[in-house]
């Protein structure tokens, strides 16, 4: 049994990296629920239950119906409370949903950090969305040619409506912010890693990076991490690099060029001077020395 779950969560997350897009039933998909990767994928929820929604750096007691915005660049926990707990859950990358002329979600007001992520849902507003949701699911199985364009409208279509509702209140106020805002940055920073490919470079390299896909002043964020870690928001970044550079070193067969492009240096020689300003030896030696 363990076996076929295994493969089924699998061809889920191939399903995924392949098209971009997934929608399924909450309470019919639980394991895929539980294991797509968000680093790579926004998601919308229509849940009905009681559970309390963590989302960057605030807690939301979700009751009733919500429906919830999630982005791959800030961090999120959901603990479900109540024993029935149903709903649909939509999976997309941007590159999916995102047109031409369109902005980044990011920037979305339902996406980025300081938007408003959860929205309280009428019986009303419930009925049409699950209609929405509904045809997502049915596309999805089809062959017609054009089924990517008609979701992406539905899709949209759920965001113009979100866009049209008031947001809810009902946040509850983090006893530590700096603490929790310290959380979000350690998961994000984590989140850039392993590097997997050496054709794509580290997207986020420094403090200001991080504080502007959080939406923080940078000031705000070395604050919190510095009060909180101990330790300045850069020298997290750096030791992260660099274990994630010996790593690559030593378990791939990639030539320095190559590593010091992933890690999303421009030159080799950028990469070997921080790479010894911090270990005391150049990547060539520790490679050697690890033979």
């Known amino acids: 049994m363990q076996n076929k779950i295994t493969r089924s969560v699998s061809e889920f997350n191939t399903d995924l990296k392949l098209k971009g897009f997934n929608v399924f039933q909450i309470e ?102 699950n209609t929405l949701f509904q045809k997502m699911m049915e596309e999805q199985q089809t062959d ?21 509702m008031q947001p809810s209140e009902d946040y509850v106020s983090n006893n530590n912010a700096q603490s929790r805002i310290t959380s979000v940055f350690l998961e994000l920073l984590e989140r850039q890693f392993p590097i997997e490919t050496n054709e794509k470079p580290l997207e986020l390299k420094t403090a200001q990076d991080y504080s502007t896909v959080l939406s923080l002043h940078v000031n705000y964020l070395n604050r919190a991490v510095k009060n909180t870690t101990g330790k300045s928001t850069t020298t997290h970044i ?47 030696n520790f490679r050697l020395e690890m033979v």
């Open 28 to 129: 019919s998909d639980g394991n895929a629920t539980r294991t797509y990767s968000r680093k790579d994928f926004y998601k919308i929820c229509l849940t009905t239950g009681k559970s309390i929604i963590h989302y960057a750096d605030k807690s939301f007691e979700a009751e009733g119906t919500v429906l919830f915005f999630g982005n791959p660049h800030i961090p999120y926990s959901w603990e479900t409370i109540s024993t029935s707990y149903i709903g649909y859950t939509c999976l997309f990358s941007e590159k999916f949903l995102k047109s031409d002329r369109s902005e980044s979600l990011q920037h979305s007001p339902l996406f980025k950090i300081g938007g408003t992520p959860i929205l309280k849902i009428t019986e009303q507003q419930r009925a049409f969305l």
């Open 144 to 164: 017609y040619a054009y089924k990517d364009d008609l979701i992406r409208n539905y899709i949209n279509l759920i965001i113009h409506e979100a866009l049209k």
């Open 238 to 284: 750096s030791e992260r690099i660099i274990s994630e550079a010996k790593a690559l070193l030593q378990h791939t067969d990639w030539n320095i060029s190559e590593i010091a492009y992933a890690l999303g240096f421009e030159y080799p020689t950028y990469f070997n001077n921080f790479f010894k300003k911090n270990t005391g030896t150049n990547p060539k």
